[in-house]
């Protein structure tokens, strides 16, 4: 079993940026990729990004640019930089994590509470 903690979100202009944090528990995150989905009100969850065990980031296309993914392993933690924050990037991020990528959300198993990120104008 996993367990994960997302922190970092809250209220941003448009333009500005914002980084979160998810903490994962147990020895297992080293082997284990990391993956950042979102959900906003009346829409299905949708995938933002993915970090690989040794570092290797895929994006979605409506964030690649403006997001980074990162891990540092010896805090068990992985981050997702947002850069140039819209209207649109109003959600709460989840993150998660799998040994294998995918972009569809129903494929992963273990899931963080979510952290809400609200972009004002």
């Known amino acids: 079993q996993v367990q994960l903690v997302e922190s970092g979100g809250g209220l941003v202009q448009a333009g500005g940026s914002l980084t979160l944090s998810c903490a994962a528990s147990?020895?297992?995150?080293?082997?284990?990729?990391m993956g950042w989905f979102r959900q906003a009100p009346g829409k299905e969850r949708e995938f933002v990004g993915f970090?690989?065990?040794?570092?290797?980031?895929l994006y979605a296309d409506s964030v690649k640019g403006r997001f980074t993914v990162s891990r540092d392993n010896a805090k068990n933690t992985g981050y997702l930089q947002m850069n140039s924050l819209s209207s649109e990037d109003t959600a709460i991020y989840y993150c998660t994590v799998r040994e294998i990528p995918s972009i569809l959300a129903n494929d992963y198993d273990y899931w963080g509470q979510g952290t809400q990120v609200t972009v004002s104008s």
């Open positions: 147990g020895r297992s995150f080293k082997d284990l990729g």
């Open positions: 970090i690989s065990r040794i570092g290797f980031p």
